[in-house]
């Protein structure tokens, strides 16, 4: 008797995005079994941002649809989709600049408040205002709480964030603006986390530590959808690798597998997949 596979935790079918007469994102299918890593590579301009937009609502697809946990959620609004449990970072860093580290990451728990859940929308604002001003023992109570999560989630950075904790976001370094970005991915609690580029702009050092963290993630059993240039990091992570160029997908396998497809070489660098990359890598 076989065994049921159980179910993807995200699925993906037939995902198209338009601008006008270019297809960025071209009849996409995609699942993601609980647990896995998958990495989704290819040249600058081959969808792959697009397809996390309409993954996490910031943008709608014109056909296909996105089902996460066995539910339609093509196109529901990003902060719904966080309530879901799905959290993602940018391929150009967003932090608020004017705001401590400490409270970028506590924006990321915001889905997860529970000291007040109003059942009158129109009364829920008057209540937030009343909260901010009156602070009572379990409003508190419940900001302690977040706030020694979020030392925990910065804790898994080293030294890097931890004694910059009470710093604003715009005196960090670059590197350091990533992962206050990360963190604040990670105070959500998701259950799906897609990370685009997140070692854009880091030396070598700083990716060997972001490489550790995803790895660490992973190992605790977070489902994670990651674009990365960087293809010796993506070689050690994934369980899979998807490769798109002008908004299809080419091939999907596992590392060295899609490593060495004739597609792949001819699409993404036309020579020697590995060695250009490092050569790209380098220059940039």
């Not at 539910?71 to 705001?99: H, K």
């Not at 001003?133 to 910065?154: G, Q």
Request: cysteine-free; aromatic content about 4%; hydrophobic content about 45%.
């Amino acid at each position: 008797m076989a065994i049921a596979q159980a179910a993807p935790l995200l699925s993906v079918r037939g995902l198209t995005r338009r601008f006008g007469g270019l297809t960025a994102v071209d009849a996409i299918d995609l699942d993601l079994a609980k647990g896995e890593l998958v990495s989704i590579i290819g040249p600058n301009g081959a969808g792959k941002t697009t397809l996390f937009n309409l993954v996490t609502g910031l943008d709608r697809p014109d056909a296909g649809n996105v089902s996460f946990e066995g539910q339609d959620v093509t196109g529901l609004s990003p902060e719904t989709l966080a309530a879901e449990g799905i959290a993602r970072t940018f391929q150009l860093g967003r932090v608020f600049g004017n705001l401590s580290v400490m409270d970028n990451v506590l924006i990321g728990a915001h889905t997860r408040l529970r000291a007040v859940k109003p059942a009158v929308p129109l009364i829920g604002p008057l209540l937030e205002l009343g909260l901010a001003l009156l602070r009572p023992a379990n409003v508190k109570a419940e900001e302690e709480r977040l706030r020694e999560e979020v030392k925990v989630i910065l804790s898994r950075f080293g030294e890097r964030l931890l004694p910059r904790i009470e710093q604003p976001a715009y005196s960090l370094s670059y590197a350091n603006r990533r992962r206050v970005e990360i963190a604040r991915a990670l105070a959500l609690k998701p259950r799906l986390l897609l990370l685009d580029e997140p070692t854009a702009g880091m030396n070598p050092t700083e990716t060997a530590e972001m490489q550790a963290l995803v790895a660490e993630l992973k190992a605790e059993g977070l489902t994670i959808l990651l674009i990365e240039h960087k293809l010796e990091m993506v070689m050690r992570l994934s369980d899979r690798v998807i490769v798109m160029d002008e908004g299809k997908k080419i091939a999907e396998g596992a590392g060295e597998q899609v490593r060495t497809d004739p597609k792949v070489i001819e699409a993404y660098l036309g020579h020697g997949l590995s060695g250009a990359a490092d050569q790209r890598e380098s220059a940039a």
